[in-house]
């Protein structure tokens, strides 16, 4: 193991200073110098990472050129594909997937130290409280309170399920006489499936506080509240939220012990629509970090949302990640379009265009399948595939790993949420100018989705 991180480093090291342009500019000295200080912060770095109940071992980001013939290597491999920017693909590489590669003879460039953020994050955990203005599982779980607290007529707190390490999910519901079930528009947000996607917890999370907070002055708040059922689950996997602010920042899945000495099945592939159709779009490799599990909702975590789903009668379910500024829709697991296509891509252009009023960001749009690569078993193909509601994944700025990827700033959270939360309020005045109670008897026959999908989604 330490060989193999000792060969690691050196490789970064002869990648970087064998740079002829960099030692055009460095004394010999320099060099050595350089090479020491390098070597003294990843030592550090991998003691850092030495306890804990699976040791992540330093990662690195490699690129490979994009060529079809590589694309296909690698994902049969198993790897963890980041980004497609500029002509490569960039992974998170484990030593011994960079093992693997040097095996298969595919030429990568380690370019960890382009990634500031990537390099200066695994540092931070030895100074406790790397999460900062980021909701840590505990302080998500007493703001939520609070908030029920605080607006006692207006928010409720649900606790829908457990996650592996038992602690609890929880459901914010937001509504005018919240403690009656109505006979209103229920609109579904979720945050969170992958642990590192920090933000994803604070838009969701953020969109009710503001929700709840603007009710008594004003009137759109109100009449929103008034008359819908606004559901946010921002923490889909808190056991890997947890694991990521104290053990690894990068980890993505959740905590599942694989007993094969691997940890983690992704719950956004574990999801039972078209559950694990190929191995392009989802993992059969428990050491994959798109790994789907042994079936579909093998997790607690999706079961929890599975049963929460079933019993409510939602019109429309987003799922907030993060990186890469795009609002996707079905489908993921094929590049199939779905009949609905015209209703689902005409939600998604008003929400992209009320997102860049905001601040000017560009959020592309379009089915998952066509927009960043296929995925199955994820939340969205299955509320879309289980009851043909509007459902969409928004991945959340920046818009690539050079930008930051999963590092958003402290700052950046509430300039996120800002931009987001008029594509939010859309969202869900837009199911409530469509809602007629009739629509809920549709639900019995949502499984086979056979005639009047159309209809059903408008
Ligand atoms: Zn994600």
């Known amino acids: 193991m330490l060989t193999s991180k000792r060969k690691t480093n050196s490789r970064k090291f002869g990648g970087k200073f064998g740079d002829t342009h960099l030692i055009s500019e460095l004394s010999v000295c320099h060099r050595i110098f350089h090479r020491f200080l390098l070597l003294a912060v990843f030592t550090l770095l991998s003691v850092a990472f030495l306890p804990g109940p699976q040791n992540p071992g330093i990662k690195e980001i490699v690129s490979v050129a994009k060529t079809p013939f590589l694309e296909n290597k690698i994902r049969d491999m198993g790897l963890d594909l980041l980004a497609d920017w500029e002509g490569k693909i960039f992974i998170v590489a484990r030593p ?26 695994p540092a931070a955990p030895a100074g406790g409280g790397i999460n900062g203005a980021y909701h840590s599982y505990k302080e998500l779980e007493a703001d939520m309170l609070a908030l029920q607290q605080k607006f006692p007529g207006l928010a409720k707190v649900f606790d829908i399920g457990d996650s592996l390490e038992k602690r609890n999910l929880y459901a914010l519901k937001i509504s005018a006489n919240v403690a009656f079930d109505e006979d209103e528009a229920e609109v579904l947000f979720l945050g969170c499936h992958h642990a590192r996607e920090w933000i994803s917890v604070e838009v969701p999370f953020l969109f009710g506080k503001y929700l709840l907070e603007n009710y008594a002055t004003d009137p759109e708040a109100k ?25 690894y920042r990068y980890w993505r899945k959740n905590r599942r012990d694989n007993k094969d000495g691997t940890y983690g099945v992704d719950i956004n592939r574990n999801y039972g629509y078209k559950w694990g159709v190929s191995n392009n779009g989802s993992s059969p490799d428990p050491r994959s970090e798109i790994y789907r599990g042994l079936q579909a909702f093998s997790e607690p975590e999706t079961q929890a949302i599975r049963d929460f789903f079933l019993k409510k009668n939602f019109q429309g379910m987003v799922s907030y990640h993060s990186f890469s500024q795009t609002i996707m829709y079905p489908w993921g697991y094929t590049t199939v379009i779905p009949d609905q296509e015209p209703v689902l891509r005409d939600i998604a252009a008003g929400m992209a265009a009320l997102i860049r009023e905001v601040n000017g960001r560009a959020y592309s ?14 939340a969205v193909d299955w509320t879309f595939g289980t009851s043909a509601i509007p459902s969409y994944t928004i991945e959340l700025p920046p818009v690539d790993e050079m930008s930051g990827g999963f590092f958003n700033s402290e700052a950046d959270i509430q300039s996120i949420f800002e931009e987001n939360l ?25 499984p086979e989705r056979k005639l009047d999908k159309s209809r059903r989604i408008r």
Do not use: C
């Open 96 to 121: 011994e997937d960079l093992v693997a590669l040097e095996q298969a003879k595919i030429h990568f460039m380690v370019e960890t130290t382009k990634f500031a953020p990537f390099v200066q994050t």
């Open 223 to 247: 009449r929103l509240v008034d008359r819908s059922e606004v559901w946010i689950v921002p923490l889909v996997n808190p056991d890997g939220l947890e694991y990521t602010i104290h053990v």
């Open 365 to 378: 749009f379009g089915p998952a399948g066509q927009t960043l690569y296929l995925t199955n078993g994820d």
């Open 422 to 446: 008029p594509a939010m309020l859309y969202f869900v005045d837009r199911f409530i100018r469509e809602y007629s109670p009739r629509r809920s008897s549709f639900r019995q026959d949502l």
